[in-house]
């Protein structure tokens, strides 16, 4: 289940943008992929660029040791899901939006390109089964690691 | 600036709490800490419940590599910011809060405990001065390391 992230691709830069030419020092901690996320769309290139809560139904498969960590799901109408973006490079400084007309900083854009890139989606939870949700509001591809569910709010104690 | 999570350790279970025996699979993936979090709060147990946009003024420091990515930040109000709770265990998957009077799953609950202990919250950005960031909406420990910074929407292409 461990994909390298692609790390300093000398190619397709657009005009103005900036990576940096090595390597980020050493990863400093790790993550536990718990599970995986299944979406209408096979690429990249089709992914929407944000999520939209009446978009298509997407599945949450959660991995076997994190199952009962679901306990009480159901009662949350909306969802928190982090999740990991494992094709985007993760060197850039500088970006040239592809729907923009200029150059912003990597910390001023929601673009996938980002030296951690961990994706942050606020979703509806439609149903339950087993280890499996069933959710609309992802714009991610089809087979992304997920890293994290969480309720919108916190529950009241 | 290695810092190790906590697994499996075999103390504190409150009541109705579940941890996973062993350690979860391997790590799937690294992060890179691009930055620090200065806080008022010195121990967990001082940290409010959660972030107050009208909260106390904290501190967040850039790396140097990823200074520049921090370009046209100041445009934005809000910022969401990524840190990782260095300092929580990883292995519950049934919780009792402190602040509750019952067992959620830790997929219910914004508790840091949690596989990725990776916290998501929406701040207040007061001033920019160099690569530090003057924020208010905080609620993490003192030193706690940075993940990612984005704008809180995408912004107007």
């Not at 901690?29 to 209408?40: E, K």
């Not at 990597?106 to 980002?114: D, G, I, K, N, Q």
């Not at 994706?119 to 087979?143: H, K, N, P, Q, T």
Request: hydrophobic share 40%; with cysteine.
């Amino acid at each position: 289940m461990t994909i390298k992230p692609r790390l300093a691709p000398t190619d397709d830069l657009r005009p103005g943008e900036v990576a940096l030419g090595v390597e980020p020092a050493a990863g400093s901690a790790s993550l536990f992929f718990i599970g995986r996320i299944f979406t209408p769309w096979a690429t990249r290139g089709e992914c929407p660029r944000r999520g939209d809560l009446a978009g298509p139904l997407c599945r949450v498969d959660i991995a076997e040791p994190w199952r009962e960590a679901l306990f009480g799901i159901e009662t949350c109408e909306r969802l928190q899901l982090l999740y990991w973006m494992h094709l985007s490079r993760r060197d850039l400084v500088l970006q040239n939006p592809r729907h923009g007309d200029r150059i912003h900083g990597t910390f001023a854009l929601r673009s996938p390109v980002r030296p951690n890139p961990i994706a942050s989606s606020i979703v509806v939870l439609e149903r339950v089964e087993g280890s499996r949700l069933f959710v609309r509001g992802l714009d991610c591809v089809d087979g992304t690691p997920l890293l994290d569910i969480k309720p919108e709010h916190c529950p009241r104690a």
